[in-house]
């Protein structure tokens, strides 16, 4: 009776987390761990079969990223369900060892402030995918759970979860999101503003990794080193590389429109916040994850703008995927946590 009594509760529970996001794709299978961890880009599609192979390894003397196709995801949400749909098959298929026998049972996250057109898309694109059942995650919620926080306590904590497509903001209590709010900015608008400085002040178009890494290595400092940039493609029609030197101070200038976008949803979150919450927030100050939280100086920016402590989660980039998992396990056995999940039902 115990064996089957185990046997019903291991299918009654989702088999698998997913962190559909705009840059990376990452699924959790129970039991197992973190099985996939890859940018969100369809393989199949010969166009991103020709970017993952040529750009993404770091060959910067093709197609600059102004040519490149339309992703999936953008700024947090499905935006082609039938390209999501298939970039998610062959990856189900990797970590779900039994899907010969069932379709797996998933869980996916969310922005907060997705529309219900936008969560129609996610859920569409994983029935397609092959799920059995879907529940449906805040992303904020599972950051935080992913970070080390307990979102069940009933003393108020701030998640700030600063993405690739969307920056999310979320103060939790008790196992609910006491309020929230998203704006759709986050690191692909700062790769995008330094790409269009070095378009505009320089003449050269940057592959995504060779702005990224301009960003990465510039971060939130101020500093007057300059640096010799290898910028993919020159100014006239030949496509000839070259080297031009910028200051890191010209592209923290470039990126300042995008933090300071960031920076004020987040302090309005903190003047809407009721006073008891606003108090419990203030002791406790913000958790910060996502790929934001690894640029170098953000927490120091936010804590300036702010005058809060600002921590960066153990492992920021994966603290979603974390906190689906731990979803996985305990949405069931925790009220507060079963009432701000989504269950869409049978596929």
């Known amino acids: ?16 987390a ?16 973190v099985v996939v961890e890859e940018p969100t880009v369809p393989r199949d599609d010969p166009r991103w079969r020709y970017w993952y192979r040529h750009i993404r ?7 600059p990223c102004q040519e490149f196709p339309s992703a999936p995801v953008r700024a947090g949400v499905v935006v082609d369900v039938e390209a999501a749909a298939a970039l998610l098959v062959p990856l189900i298929r990797r970590a779900a060892r039994r899907m010969h026998l069932m379709r797996p049972r998933m869980l996916f996250c969310t922005p907060s402030d997705a529309s219900e057109d936008e969560r129609a898309a996610l859920v569409e694109t994983a ?5 059995s059942v879907l529940a449906v995650s805040p992303e904020p919620l599972a950051a935080a759970l992913g970070a080390g926080l307990d979102p069940t306590s009933r003393f108020a904590s701030m998640i700030v979860d600063i993405g690739s497509g969307v920056t999310d903001i979320a103060v939790i209590r008790s196992g609910r999101i006491i309020h929230a709010a998203a704006v759709r900015t986050g690191c692909s608008d700062l790769q995008s503003a330094v790409a269009a400085m070095a378009a505009l002040r320089h003449g050269v178009r940057l592959y995504p990794d060779e702005a990224e890494r301009l960003m990465r290595e510039t971060g939130m400092h101020p500093g007057v080193r300059s640096t010799g940039l290898h910028l993919a493609a020159g100014s006239g029609s030949d496509g000839v590389e070259s080297t031009v030197a910028v200051t890191e101070d010209e592209i923290r200038a470039a990126m300042a429109p995008v933090v300071n976008t960031i920076l004020e949803r987040i302090s309005k979150v903190l003047k809407d916040l009721p006073p008891v919450a606003a108090c419990e927030v ?20 936010i804590s300036q703008a702010t005058h809060l402590d600002v921590r960066v989660a153990p492992d920021p980039l994966r603290s979603v995927i974390y906190g689906a998992a731990q979803l996985l396990r305990s949405v069931e056995e925790v009220p507060g946590l079963r009432n701000s999940v989504f269950i869409a039902g049978s596929g």
Do not use: K
């Open 1 to 16: 009776m115990i064996a089957i009594a185990g046997f019903r509760r291991i299918l009654a529970g989702p088999d698998l």
């Open 18 to 33: 997913v962190d559909l996001g705009t840059a990376n794709t990452r699924l959790y299978a129970g039991g197992r761990g």
């Open 57 to 63: 390894v770091g060959r910067y003397h093709e197609t």
């Open 127 to 131: 029935y397609r995918a092959g799920a």
């Open 282 to 301: 203030i002791e406790d100050g913000i958790c910060l994850t996502g790929g934001g939280a690894c640029l170098l100086g953000m927490a120091d920016l």
